[in-house]
């Protein structure tokens, strides 16, 4: 019957989805042009990335606020890398976007994992830990367009079979985290932490470690959007994606994501991210203000979450049959 | 009903009266047409193994659950407690075994938190928390300061917090939930000193205590439960210790226990003076194949303790384990899992399935070492798995990739042992296997404890209900307060000898 509910949930969000472009499409036609839905996805991409990375982290109970600062302080050094060894090749610069990102995650990872300290108050320490050594390491400054290469800024707006490779690069990592998710121990074990971390423990799983590896995961996802984002937006500075943490948190619960954890998928993550895409590339074409948009992007969060607690408390029946059970037992104790 | 009056019956009108009650939980009658009379000025001990119905009837008492049939009377006029607060309205209040007390607040917060005297604007009136506080503690010829936090206090001043909270709402009936279970032999005669007191200012006190000695120090009457009856009450005095031992556990036992007997290999699992920290010193035992070795003992003595340690949940701070003749370390779950020991814990619920996972991914989670390859999962075997084991238990689901969380109580359990014996183990550890099971499954589940057994396993059965410990072990330990009290070889079993170890009452 679960199950079932989350097939509805994500055919209910995709069935939304196409409702908003099909509204849009009778306001401002053209909207629905193939052409324009690549330009949507390919403009939702980073946002559809750094939610699956989120994604990772909340599945296991905890929360990565740290995901938008790492794209700061990874952007700065690749952008800073590029401008100081233009001839350094492009993907030697993703590996090391990759290991940056990765080493920050590692760094959230060891703390939750070591020290037991919780989630959201270690990403919050690193938010603005990982900002601030932007600041540092650039002193401030910005690296504009003119002193990055044209490999590292156009790469990802090469065209293929009509979509720009920034594009298919979330395709790709769309279908790597499906996998990962649905076919490794690693994401196994992620859903079992987050879903009952002490039958977890006890089938034999380290909850600390798999704990560990979702925020190396999401690290990972948000070194690579960092030189994503450098390069779409030709510039690094150490004020990109500010805020941009909420966004990917707001993509998962619309998409399904418990925050509670243990309940969620890949899809559900992804159509959380096209939701918010769509909505924000659709409401300045129909003339509304980008302030009305954070109000609109606001109260659909608010009604995902709504829609999310009242599917939890479907939920909770079973946990309250569940705990009646277990007090019957302490009944009889 | 089920009363067996051992002494002369009791006469005055009772201030509280229990009369016909029962209590159903689905598959388990809790309460089965219970009657209980409590005095004024008299302490009622009641007595009972776990299981008897002890808690439930003080949740009954106290307005927590309802009871599905029965009466209760106060002063002899019948009442209705619906609710919590009707039971505090009637007078009845709880002390119970842990209680719930908040560390950052005063002693006088803790007192009066949620009926704190207001002043007419409606604030808190401070003055007359603290004064009122000062009374309660006074009155109880404590001098503990109302304005110290909690926290500073030790555990036996905590607990006259707790019983002043519990007699600030003016109450008439005092039910004490074993509430000597943490406290120190000082500590209990001060407990005592202060029951003393309240019987002297009339108040009916319910005592619950399952040790012998505390019972006849302190007790007028007694009430014996077993099994959600009431089996026998009476005065305590000229009533023997024996009289009440064979009331709580008297019940012909043999019967229905499949265990077979099967010749006994050699040992598979030592101990030697194994220790915790806290919870328990110096155990010795050693398990043989196709053994099933019971480990008996009251809720607290330790005995889950050892299991999770033998499981690596937690680590001994010393002794020795021994797995076929080699000493090893078991540092976590996942090397128990692989030494083949597992462990099936007491709340399969909280600590058994992951309710939102399918069938199968739960059947298959603590064998995927096992069934997947370089960090990849094989779909295939792990349906192969859930397959095997589902057909074993008769496990019914629409399909395997349905969540656990969707299946009733009986198939979630179904699952839970399906689970751990795909691990292939050579050691089972089961935490009170039958526990709320009704008793047609129980019989199902002890047939097929004694089939594993005759497969080669060794189990570890932990349970505090006697006739299983009794039909089904080989041999027994008995623990208590953290000690081994004894191991007991199946031909020199009884459930007065097991008791009498459990409970410390030579």
């Known amino acids: ?333 | 009903m089920n009363q067996i009056a051992l002494s002369e019956p009791l006469l005055d009108t009772p201030l509280l009266e229990m009369r016909g009650i029962s209590k159903s939980f689905p598959g388990v009658k809790a309460l089965n047409v219970v009657n209980i009379a409590l005095y004024a000025g008299k302490v009622t001990a009641l007595i009972g193994e776990n299981g008897a119905g002890k808690s439930t009837l003080v949740k009954i008492l106290t307005g927590i659950y309802q009871s599905d049939e029965g009466e209760i009377h106060v002063d002899g006029k019948p009442v209705a407690f619906n609710n919590a607060q009707d039971a505090i309205d009637f007078g009845v209040t709880a002390i119970h075994q842990e209680t719930v007390l908040f560390d950052e607040l005063s002693v006088a917060e803790n007192i009066f938190l949620g009926h704190s005297p207001k002043t007419r604007l409606g604030f808190v009136n401070w003055k007359a928390v603290n004064a009122r506080a000062l009374a309660l503690l006074h009155s109880l010829e404590s001098n503990i300061d109302p304005r110290t936090r909690l926290k500073n206090l030790s555990i036996a001043q905590r607990h006259l917090v707790a019983i002043a909270r519990a007699l600030s709402v003016d109450a008439r009936i005092v039910i004490m939930d074993e509430p000597t279970a943490a406290l120190s032999r000082k500590e209990v005669d001060d407990l005592f000193q202060i029951v003393k007191r309240l019987k002297a200012q009339g108040k009916a006190i319910l005592f619950i205590s399952h040790k012998f000695d505390e019972v006849y120090e302190i007790a007028d009457n007694f009430a014996v439960f077993r099994d959600g009856k009431a089996v026998g009450s009476g005065v305590i005095a000229g009533t023997g210790q024996d009289d009440i031992v064979r009331l709580m556990v008297g019940r012909s036992i043999e019967h229905a226990f499949p265990k077979v007997d099967i010749p006994l290999g050699e040992t598979v699992l030592a101990i030697e003076n194994y220790t915790h920290p806290t919870e328990f010193r110096d155990i010795t035992f050693a398990l043989r194949k196709g053994e099933i070795f019971g480990i008996y003992g009251l809720v607290g003595a330790g005995r889950s303790e050892i299991c999770q340690s033998l499981f690596g949940v937690t680590r001994p701070s010393g002794g020795k384990l021994k797995l076929n003749g080699k000493e090893i370390l078991i540092r976590s779950p996942g090397e128990a899992i692989k030494a083949g020991i597992v462990y099936v814990p007491e709340e399969r619920g909280r600590h058994g399935a992951v309710l939102q996972l399918p069938i199968y991914q739960n059947i298959s989670l603590p064998s995927l070492t096992r069934t997947s390859r370089s960090g990849f999962l094989r779909a295939a075997e792990e349906f192969a798995l859930a397959r095997k084991y589902a057909e074993r238990f008769d496990l019914r689901a629409a399909a395997f990739s349905v969540p656990v969380g969707t299946l009733s109580g009986g198939n979630q359990q179904k699952v839970v042992i399906g689970k751990w014996l795909a691990t292939q183990p050579k050691i089972l550890i089961l935490d009170e296997p039958t526990k709320g099971i009704d008793i047609g499954s129980k019989a199902a589940v002890h047939a097929f404890i004694s089939e594993l057994a005759a497969e080669g396993l060794s189990i570890i059965m932990v349970s505090s209900e006697l006739p299983e410990i009794l039909g089904m072990s080989d041999r027994v330990l008995v623990m208590r307060e953290g000690l081994s009290a004894g191991i007991y070889e199946r031909n020199h079993l009884s459930a007065e000898t097991l008791v009498r170890a459990a409970t410390g009452n030579a």
């Not at chain 1, 610069?93 to 959230?108: H, P, T, Y």
């Not at chain 1, 969620?264 to 980008?290: E, H, Q």
């Open chain 1, 1 to 333: 019957m679960l199950k079932q509910l989350f097939k509805y949930r994500e055919m209910l969000l995709v069935v939304i989805i196409a409702v908003l472009l099909a509204a849009f499409s009778a306001r401002s036609p053209g909207f629905a042009k193939p052409a324009n839905l690549a330009n949507i996805f390919n403009d939702t991409s980073i946002l559809i990335i750094l939610a699956l990375g989120q994604m990772t982290v909340i599945l296991t109970k905890s929360i990565d606020l740290s995901v938008a600062a790492n794209v700061a302080f990874t952007g700065m050094a690749v952008g800073m890398l590029n401008a100081a060894y233009p001839g350094m090749p492009l993907a030697l610069i993703i590996l090391i976007a990759l290991g940056i990102g990765a080493v920050l995650g590692a760094i959230n990872g060891l703390f939750v994992w070591k020290l037991g300290i919780p989630s959201i108050v270690v990403t919050l320490g690193t938010l603005t830990i990982y900002r601030g050594m932007a600041f540092v390491l650039s002193g401030g400054a910005w690296v504009n367009a003119h002193q990055m290469t044209e490999t590292f800024l156009q790469t990802p707006r090469q065209l293929f079979l009509g979509l720009p490779i920034l594009g298919w690069t979330a395709i790709v990592i769309v279908a790597i985290m499906y996998l990962v998710m649905s076919r490794t121990f690693l994401g196994r074990a992620i859903y079992a932490s987050g879903g009952n971390p002490t039958a977890a423990v006890y089938a034999g799983i380290d909850v600390g470690r798999t704990r560990f590896f979702a925020f190396v995961i999401s690290g990972m996802l948000a070194g690579l959007c960092a030189y994503l984002w450098v390069s779409r937006y030709a510039v690094a500075y150490v004020d990109i994606a500010a805020g941009f943490e909420l966004d990917t948190v707001a993509a998962c619960v619309i998409g399904g994501i418990s925050t509670l954890g243990g309940i969620g998928s890949v899809a559900g993550a992804v159509l959380g991210a096209l939701f918010l895409g769509v909505i924000k590339n659709a409401l300045p074409v129909i003339d509304i203000s980008p302030f009305a948009q954070m109000a609109i992007s606001g109260s659909v969060i608010i009604a995902a979450v709504i829609f999310n607690a009242r599917q939890e408390r479907r939920r909770g029946r079973i946990i309250l049959r569940d705990r009646g059970a277990s007090e019957q037992i302490e009944v009889a104790a």
